[in-house]
T-cell receptor, first 115, second 113 residues
C-alpha cells in the first residue's frame, strides 16, 4: 500500500536559516509525490510535485524537494526561511485506482519561524 | 476564476441535527473530493466524484452523503450530526488528465455539541 510518513510533527527554525522537512514514502510502484502548504485558517496550496521526471523538483516560494528512491525519501528544503513560511506542510502520495486516483496525506509538519 | 468555494465558513450544530456543506468550483473540473481534517492528522477522504452523477466512498464515509447533479457543485450532507464529526471539512477539485493536482477550498469548520 502507498503511504507517507512525515518524520517531524514540529520544526522550529530562525529566520534566514535553512528549512528541512522530512518525508519518507512507501510505494509498490514509482510514486507521484506532492508537498502542500496550509497557512492558518486557509485551504491547502500545492508547493511542488514529483511525477517521475527530474528528481530535484522546484516549487513556489523558493522551496524544492529531492526524490531519492534509494532512501524512499522526498524531503522539502528551502535555503533561507522567511517569517511568511510559518505554516503546516503536508507530504502527499498519489494512489492510482480505477476511480478517482486518490491522495493520501501525511500527518503534517508544523513549521515555526522565529526572529 | 473564484476557484473552489465553500459555505459556510463556520457552523455549530447540536447532536442529531442535519446540515449540508456546499462546495462549488468554476474550473470545469470533472473530479471533486471531500476531506475532513482532525487535529494532528492529515486529511482523510470522505467521498469523491469523477463526474456529474457519479460518486464513490473514500476512507471515512460513514455518517455522510453526497450528490453530484452538476459539474460545478458537490454538496456534503450530514444527516444526524455526532460529536465525532467535529472537524474541518475541505472540498477539492481537479481536472482530468495526468497532472493530479487538486485545488482546495478554504474549508468549513464544524463543531457538533
Amino acid at each position: 500500500a502507498q503511504s507517507v510518513t512525515q518524520l517531524d510533527s514540529h520544526v522550529s527554525v530562525s529566520e534566514g536559516t535553512p528549512v528541512l522537512l522530512r518525508c519518507n514514502y512507501s510505494s509498490s510502484y514509482s510514486p507521484s509525490l506532492f508537498w502542500y502548504v496550509q497557512h492558518p485558517n486557509k485551504g491547502l496550496q500545492l508547493l511542488l510535485k514529483y511525477t517521475s521526471a527530474a528528481t530535484l523538483v522546484k516549487g513556489i516560494n523558493g522551496f524544492e524537494a529531492e526524490f531519492k528512491k534509494s532512501e524512499t525519501s522526498f524531503h522539502l528544503t528551502k535555503p533561507s526561511a522567511h517569517m511568511s513560511d510559518a505554516a503546516e506542510y503536508f507530504c502527499v502520495v498519489l494512489i492510482l485506482t480505477g476511480g478517482g486516483n486518490k491522495l493520501t496525506f501525511g500527518t503534517g509538519t508544523q513549521l515555526k519561524v522565529e526572529l | 476564476n473564484a476557484g473552489v468555494t465553500q459555505t459556510p465558513k463556520f457552523r455549530i450544530l447540536k447532536i442529531g441535527q442535519s446540515m449540508t456543506l456546499q462546495c462549488t468550483q468554476d474550473m470545469n473540473h470533472n473530479y471533486m473530493y471531500w476531506y475532513r481534517q482532525d487535529p494532528g492528522m492529515g486529511l482523510k477522504l470522505i467521498y469523491y466524484s469523477v463526474g456529474a452523477g457519479i460518486t464513490d466512498k473514500g476512507e471515512v464515509p460513514n455518517g455522510y452523503n453526497v450528490s453530484r447533479s452538476t459539474t460545478e457543485d458537490f454538496p456534503l450532507r450530514l444527516e444526524l450530526a455526532a460529536p465525532s464529526q467535529t472537524s474541518v471539512y475541505f472540498c477539492a477539485s481537479r481536472a482530468s488528465g495526468v497532472s493530479y493536482e487538486q485545488y482546495f477550498g478554504p474549508g468549513t469548520r464544524l463543531t457538533v455539541t
